[in-house]
């Protein structure tokens, strides 16, 4: 049995910054399960949580505990819960749906009009335990390494996005290496997609992605990336761009590498509204153009878990430092500078 109190990264008051706090055990509902997390990891998402930017400000409602990606054991499970049982290996989509929108009722519930994010609206797993409701707990297969366990959230993302539209036969640019666009590369080639060109202007982003598998890799600071997509396709374009930066060059690059008739599924967020020419680059071209938003809940998770038992999804470059959770800031400045993908924390003690 836990004791009442645990081990949690906080955002304490509406201010940049967060603490290791002693704060009391989750307490489960009925149709909710307790997980005592294995290993954390660090989204881009948590570093605007720290920041305490202007997204976050306008979100969140602290106190709180953040994190949002993870794995764990069921450590306790409430009266009405069925098919799960304590001591099994789990992780969740964090995205709490109503169930009762239009969206949710429609078969769409990764667009709830209502949702609720465990680690942003809600206590999540930088801590010893987490609480998640029943129907958002995804068992993990035994064939899964544990450490790719603990990435399924922005992984999702990525299948997400790869698997949108087709992908196998097809040229594709990724805009933006970062651990979602890297991850990508490996989706896209394991499904048959190629040759992957990737603009990222970070040098140690740019050396992930080659050993990712990408077939190109473009600095858009030093090199015209459009004019290096275009004459490495007969002058035609990719079939599908990936947008997983959010950046407004990267984004109006995107449109502009992807060829009459394409697919350009946009990930990245930008921070604000942008100009795009969607006359030239959308209209007259006959764009596809696609927003994604979370995972499809689960179709996704099904085609992740696949895709991972196939063992054609090589990850651990990705996984580029690990760390107990009081190191929590030493990861978040880590990750500030670029100079690492996927941190994970250990929350009860190393793997
Ligand atoms: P990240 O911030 O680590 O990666 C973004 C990468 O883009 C970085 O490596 C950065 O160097 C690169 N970049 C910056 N300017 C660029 C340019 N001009 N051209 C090409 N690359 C450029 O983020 P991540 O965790 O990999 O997530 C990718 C994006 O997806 C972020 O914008 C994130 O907010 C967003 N996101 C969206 C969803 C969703 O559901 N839509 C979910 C998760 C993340
Ligand atoms: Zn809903």
Known sequence: MPSTSMQAIMKPAPAPGAELRQVPVPEIGPRDVLIRVRAASICGTDLHIYSWDRWAQRRLRPPLVFGHEFCGHVERIGDEVQGLKPGEFVSAEMHVSCGL???????????????????????????????????????????IPVEYAAILDPLGNAVHTVLAGDIAGMSVAITGAGP???????????????????????PYRQKLAV?????????????????????????TGVDVVLEMSGHPDALRQGFQMLRRGGRI??????????????ANDVIFKGAIVQG???????????????????????????????MPLADFDRGIQMLLSGDASKILLYPNGSA
């Open 211 to 235: 050993k990712m598998g990408a077939d190109h890799v473009i600095d858009p600071t030093s090199t015209d990336a459009v004019a290096e997509v275009l004459s490495h396709t007969s002058g």
């Open 292 to 322: 994604i938003n979370g995972r499809r809940v689960f179709d996704t998770w099904y085609k992740m878990q696949a895709l991972l038992k196939s063992g054609a999804l090589k990850l651990d470059p990705l996984i580029t430092d690990r």
């Open 265 to 278: 599924s946009l990930l990245g967020i930008p921070a604000k509204p942008l100009e795009i020419d969607l």
């Open 101 to 143: 929108c239009y969206q949710c009722r429609t078969g769409q519930s990764h667009i709830c009009q209502y949702v609720r994010i465990i680690g942003i609206d809600a206590d999540g797993c930088f801590a010893e335990f987490v609480k998640i409701p029943a129907t958002n707990v995804w068992k993990i297969d035994p064939a």
């Open 180 to 202: 979602i666009g890297l991850f990508s590369i490996a989706i896209a080639k394991a499904c048959g997609g190629g040759p992957v060109f990737v603009t990222e202007p970070h």
